[in-house]
């Protein structure tokens, strides 16, 4: 439940701190005194939109923090929520805390002082707070609201959500369709792209073919001025008279003759002289069979150049590079295989779309069956806690239309109501005032109190339109609702407010120029309770009667 709130500089609120407790709770106040303005703090704590139009004038920004108790039964379902987003919680304890700080141009949320997203708020808000007011109301008019509110009584969430999973799957299933068909080459497409493939297997190019052909082909091109260096080196080197071969072998036979004279003026010299002979001859010979691999073949060059035309040309067409060429030769083919076995894709798609139907269908007979089962005892109840706030001889009923299977099943479910006994039964949308509309509003979250878990439920204005006896009755329902649930009202009706477990008037007033909204508790209920009923002495005695009536317990105020 909500323990804590605190708001400055919003709306006409400078600034305000509140504790609250469970059961009962009533706001009540003068119009346009800041009651709405109350609510809307606690809806921006649940995750609402928040409005920079609502930072107080000459304030750069406005902030609404606020504690909650969560109940041992949803605790669970919240840390799995805050450990997702890495926001500690303590499961023991069970107290959160949430803060909201909107500025001009920024807006910061925080969980347990950790920053949060909007999203991650609303979704922690919907399991705290349910929040009801004139829009809540209308929504009850729309089909879809009214089978949200079927599934939420029977606990058809898991049913409901499986058709959702299936659904989605076979919306990402469409999708997958069309991106295939959009990207499908058509008829003349996979010809092109088969003319594409069959010129390039036409040649046959190797990977990296065009380098090593260029480099046999400069040698072959230049084959004659090789083989003539290689030559003149290998001359050099062993061939001619006076070779550095020559040459060593006389330096290694003074060498020998000094070695005899004495072994130590050339130490290792006689080593050094055989080695570069043995160099020597090495070189020589690596250099003659370079030789022997350089060919003086034009019709071989002829060849090469040849191939290396053939080469260019498909550069030329489909590269700049080889690698190119043979990229592109890959995706024609992929796409020509691909229109070929196009027909097989499709009926590929066609049995996964079938199965998935198929599969929708079965999980959305299984929800409409429980939704059925579960409309009859939900209506019954419902009728019972209309009779209970004055609509007696009131009847209710849900009318199914089987649709096509889709997110959320496959009924379309409405509300059909009289207001008096004998009466046609009719759409709600087409009968109920506003008056019965709120009435009708109260009984329906009465009786899903009980299949529910938010243990803060918010009515804002929702007895608006009734008075007299029916008065009493919402009040007495509201009373007892709040022993299931912490119950925060706004209420301009004296019946209601008098049966409250706790009593804050909102108050407007002026200082300084400016208008301010304040927000306090009252030990003493009847002097504001004589102000609803119209004020005077007459509305004073009746105040007070009827709030020793409804709490005798407390007569002796």
Known sequence: MLNYLKIDNFAL??????????????????????????????ELLAGGRAERSGIRAGCKSFSVSGEFTVPEELRRDIASLLEEAGVEFDSASGILTVRRVIGM????????????GVKLLASVGALLIDLHGAN?????????RQLELLDNYGDLGDLRAECNAIYQELKQLAVEKEAFEKDLPDADSADRMALIVEDIDRIAPAPAEDEELAAKQRLGANAREVLETLQQLNGLL???????????????????????????????????????????????????????????DPEALAVIEARLSELYILKRRYGPTLEQVLTTRANAAAKVEEFKMSQKYREEFA???????????????????????????????????LTAIGFNGAALQADFTQIEPGASGMDKVELMFNANRG?????????????????????????????????????????????????????????????????????????????????????????????????????????????????GDSAHMHAQALYMELNPQKAEL
């Open 351 to 385: 049995v996964r779309e079938k199965e998935l139907r198929q599969k929708l269908l079965s999980a959305a007979r299984k929800l409409s069956a429980a939704r059925r089962k579960t409309a009859d005892k939900f209506l019954d109840e419902t009728v019972k806690k």
């Open 105 to 116: 141009n920024s807006a910061r949320n925080f969980i347990n002082d950790t920053p949060v």
């Open 136 to 144: 809540e109301q209308m929504s009850l008019l729309h089909p879809a």
């Open 13 to 42: 609120i400078e600034r305000s701190e509140v504790e609250f407790s469970g059961g009962f709770t009533v706001f009540t106040g003068e119009s346009g005194a800041g009651k709405s303005i109350l609510m809307g703090a606690i």
């Open 238 to 296: 062993t061939e001619n008279e006076g070779s550095i071969a020559d040459m060593l072998g006389t330096v290694y036979h003074h060498l020998s003759e000094l070695d005899k004279i004495d072994a130590s003026l050339c130490a290792g010299a006689l080593e050094v002289c055989a080695s570069l002979q043995t160099t020597t001859s090495e070189l020589s010979g690596d250099l003659a069979s370079a030789a022997d691999r350089v060919e003086l």
């Open 423 to 535: 009466e046609e039964m009719r759409p709600l949308r087409k009968v109920a005032s506003s008056g019965e509309l709120s009435r009708l509003m109260l009984a329906l979250k009465t009786v899903l109190a009980d299949a529910d878990a938010v243990p803060t439920v918010i009515f804002d204005e929702i007895d608006m339109n009734i008075g007299g006896e029916t008065a009493n009755k919402v009040g007495r329902e509201l009373a007892a609702l709040g022993k299931k649930r912490q119950i925060l009202c706004i209420s301009h009706l004296a019946q209601v407010a008098a049966r409250a477990d706790h009593h804050f008037k909102v108050e407007k007033f002026t200082v300084d120029g400016r208008t301010l909204s304040k927000l306090y508790c009252l030990d003493d209920p009847v002097p504001e309770l004589s102000r609803m009923l119209g004020g």
